[in-house]
């Protein structure tokens, strides 16, 4: 084979691979826009009016989702199902997005840590790579990490609208998360940059329920809440 | 109020870090789940940093068989087959290392951990894009490079289930050349090229850089086909790959302006003292 030949060939490989970029880049700015409409359904409920209608606002962006995973079901037929790493850096930043913003819904709703599994089955794609489109482990914990700043934003507000109760579940919540972490072995990645974010999560959310406790808040809650 | 507040601090840390001890050594959900994703992110990082290493491998046994290659220039052509053959089996070996890194991906995705042993294929295919220019005075095409890279391995008896070990005993294991690694090999080929023809220049020898000049402006000719549409990388080694064409074709002008002047038998002697000219201009830049 010439070297004229061997060069053409492999041009035509590289503007193949580069027509298969262009369309899963499209998909995933529809995908980029769905998550943004999600998310501010989901930032209202920082407002003060917002508090008293946390489920209704879950089952709006649950709807929502339903777009997500047809998008996403487009997004699967633009490529290769095993060549799954090679086009990653392209929907890697809005399925941490998505990954957040389906954890934020179920905790929400039921104040637990979503599972992998359960944010798969949102999103309308698989838990392990053999099976096809998949949700990637390490993308899976930014999308929790982001919600964990989230939440700290969240008791902040809730104590402003009178909801003295929800930081301490809050602080339950975001030191288990910080013990799981600690459980990692992280390398010296993106992902290890953003856990180091957490700690100053985790602070925010003492310093509210200190500055509540100091103040009898906390117990009022507390005993608010048993009645 | 500042000593009670810090008091109140360390209390609140103790309690918080007590507590923390408490989930962590409890079974809670969220630490079972956690303990999962340790043990998967645990086997991904092993698995990349082994792939690293044989990576470093190949790379260092890669550039071991280029410099041995370049000795070629300086020997009568009678010794040159030993020296190819040599260069051969080094190859082979490192075909050996690259047959690991197949066994380590095997069911992976290759792309997943590309990052990790790319540079030791790029380095790879410089070498055997190298002994085979040598050989053939021709580009190695990459599904040549592929076909080399298909390994037999034997079944080894899995020691936990015997009775799911393949009774064919063996099994075919291939590695494919990413086209951009492939790339990026030819591209840092032409470095060595370009030593290559002043080597022999060095050494006397007057058909060598005409033919060399000539691959290497295919060459660039390729690569300025592909332009932009390529990896990044490219575009970067575009600008060395001129350098060398440049050096190239300096070299095989002062050969032909200055061969007409000069009879034969000295002509080894100026293109001597012309190479040194040309080592002392790099130094200087």
Request: glycine fraction near 6%; hydrophobic fraction near 40%.
């Amino acid at each position: 084979m010439s070297v004229t030949e061997m060069f053409s060939c492999i041009q035509g490989f590289l503007s193949a691979d580069q027509d298969v970029r262009e369309d899963i880049r499209k998909v995933v700015q529809n995908l980029e826009q769905t998550a943004r409409e999600i998310l501010t359904v989901l930032q209202s409920v920082h407002q003060p009016a917002g508090f008293k209608d946390i489920p209704s606002k879950c089952a709006r962006a649950r709807e929502l989702f339903c777009s997500v995973r047809t998008q996403m079901g487009e997004l699967k037929t633009k490529f290769p199902a095993e060549q799954y790493y090679r086009f990653h850096e392209h929907w890697r930043f809005v399925l941490q997005r998505l990954a957040f913003l389906a954890a934020f819904v179920v905790y929400l709703e039921s104040e637990t840590l979503v599972t992998r599994e359960e944010v798969a089955q949102i999103l309308g794609i698989e838990v392990v790579r053999e099976k096809g489109f998949h949700l990637d482990i390490e993308d899976f914990l930014a999308g929790v990490l982001i919600m964990a700043s989230e939440l700290s934003r969240l008791a902040v507000n809730s104590v402003t609208a009178g909801d003295y109760s929800r930081p301490l579940r809050i602080s339950n919540f975001i030191n288990e998360l910080d013990s799981g972490f600690r459980l990692l072995n992280l390398k010296n990645d993106p992902l290890r940059k953003r856990y180091d974010g957490l700690k100053y999560d985790v602070k925010k959310i003492e310093e509210v329920v200190y500055d509540l406790s100091i103040r009898g808040l906390a117990k009022e809650a507390e005993s608010g809440g048993d009645k | 109020m500042n000593k009670r507040e810090g008091e109140g601090w360390s209390r609140r840390n103790a309690e918080a870090a007590q507590e923390r001890d408490v989930h962590a050594n409890s079974a809670s959900p969220v630490i079972a789940a956690f303990k999962v994703f340790q043990q998967e992110l645990d086997t991904r990082h092993d698995k990349h940093e082994r792939l690293v290493k044989i990576s470093r491998d190949v790379t260092i046994e890669s550039k071991r068989a280029i410099f041995l290659l370049h000795r070629v220039t300086s020997v009568p052509d009678a010794e040159r087959p030993p020296i190819l053959n040599e260069a051969e089996g080094k190859l082979e070996g490192v075909r050996q290392k690259i047959g690991q890194i197949a066994e380590e991906l095997r069911g992976e995705d290759i792309f997943q951990f590309h990052r990790a042993f790319t540079a030791g294929i790029q380095e790879y295919v410089e070498a055997v894009s190298f002994l085979h220019y040598i050989r053939h005075r021709g580009l190695i095409s990459l599904e040549e490079i592929n076909a080399r890279l298909v390994f037999m391995k034997a079944e080894n008896p899995d020691p936990k289930d015997p009775a799911e070990a393949a009774p064919s005993g063996a099994h075919v294991l291939t590695f494919q050349v990413t086209p951009a690694d492939y790339l990026l090999g030819v591209a840092d080929l032409t470095g060595e090229l370009m030593r290559l023809c002043i080597g022999s220049v060095g050494n006397g020898d007057i058909d060598t850089p005409f033919q060399l000049s000539q691959f290497l402006r295919q060459i660039h000719d390729g690569f300025s086909y592909i332009g932009n549409t390529g990896p990044y990388e490219v575009s970067k080694k575009l600008h060395t790959l001129r350098q060398s064409l440049g050096k190239v074709e300096d070299a095989c002008y002062a050969l032909r302006v200055r061969g007409s002047e000069i009879p034969k038998h000295m002509l080894a002697d100026v293109f001597c003292s012309r190479t040194a000219h040309l080592d002392t201009e790099e130094g200087v830049v």
